[in-house]
């Protein structure tokens, strides 16, 4: 049905219609095959440029044939006429000449158009002109619909927010001069829009997002050690920040006492860093039952941590990075270190004491 219309209008409002509508779509494919990485859509979307410049040459030459008219037909008509004059000459003078009748001419009728009068252009361009204004608009609402108009997506949940209505006192630790990062800041840094992306998995959300003023464990809370925690569908990420004394020299030290594998000393924005992988810890509690039960501790997946000094002395204190999931697959080390990137900017350098 749509091509039987196309066919019954005029050529200079089908040919208009058609290289909108083909330039609005292949541009917009090619726009969605850039950004989703997806070659099929690229294919489709040289597709329809393609159609659209055969659709332009012939207008253009379309154009030209109707500016500039083949002198060829010009010309037979001229030879046909120098041919026929001798003809008509001979049989004038062989006639006896009479009066001829003047034909009537209607009133208010002028002059027919002679063989060489271009007829009437049909206002071809106003209908060009007319098309390309009509269907301009109309590409224009197929590509800027879906920013104004409610998607699917509308009740889709939003990612979590780090933002909390209760606000609890500060332990003494984080008091002290210059005061250490708080949760609350240390969520704000890793709770990025673009924390997906940096974990390889873009399409995700975040589920959940927290922050906590903690202090580190027997320091009697002496300590201040801020976390964070940002979790996805895949991955979970935990950042905190520990305002001691160890500096990562120190660090890398006890690691071989620990169980921590895979070990990596590095450097990160100038200061020392190190990689390195660990378990975490698997708990069950059984609520049902009498009281509740615990199962004994296990290990749990694998863990990836980047451990990175809190200044470029490393005098002492770090910032750890870690991530896990439940299916135990880990992103590479490359995303630990582009994390380090956005965060650490945002946890001021201890200061010499």
Known sequence: MLGLLLRLLPFWVREPLLIVVGSVLGVRIMYLA?????????????????????????????????????????????????????????????????????????????????????????????????????????????????????????????????????????????????????????????????????????????????????????????????????????????VSATYNDLSIDQYVKLMAFGDESDIKPLKVRGRSAVLSTDHTMKIEINLGGSGGSGGPVEQGPLERTLTVALDRGDRGGYCEITVWSESGALPSDAALLDIAEKVLPKIPERPGR
């Open 34 to 238: 850039v950004t989703d990485h997806d070659r099929v859509a690229a294919g489709l979307g040289v597709v329809f440029l393609v159609f659209t410049a055969v659709r332009v040459h012939g207008v253009v030459r379309a154009l030209r044939a109707r500016r500039n008219p083949s002198p060829g037909a010009a010309e037979e008509g001229a030879a046909a006429d120098a041919a026929a004059r001798p003809r008509l000459q001979a049989t004038l003078s062989q006639a006896p000449a009479q009066p001829r009748p003047l034909p009537e001419v209607p009133a208010g009728t002028g002059p027919r158009p002679g063989p060489g009068t271009p007829e009437k252009d049909h206002n071809a361009w106003g209908q060009a002109v007319a098309a390309v204004a009509l269907f301009g608009a109309l590409g224009a609402a197929l590509w800027l619909g879906p920013r104004f108009m409610p998607s699917d997506d509308v009740d889709a949940t939003p990612p979590a927010s780090c933002s909390d209505e209760t606000h609890e006192e500060l332990p003494k630790a984080y008091k002290r001069k210059p005061r250490p990062v708080t949760g609350e800041e240390l969520c704000d840094a890793l709770n990025r829009p673009d924390l997906a992306t940096l974990l390889g998995t873009p399409a995700e959300k975040a589920t959940s997002a927290s922050g906590s003023d903690d202090t580190a464990p027997l320091t009697d809370g002496k300590v201040a050690r801020p976390e964070a925690q940002v979790a996805f569908d895949t991955y979970t990420v935990n």
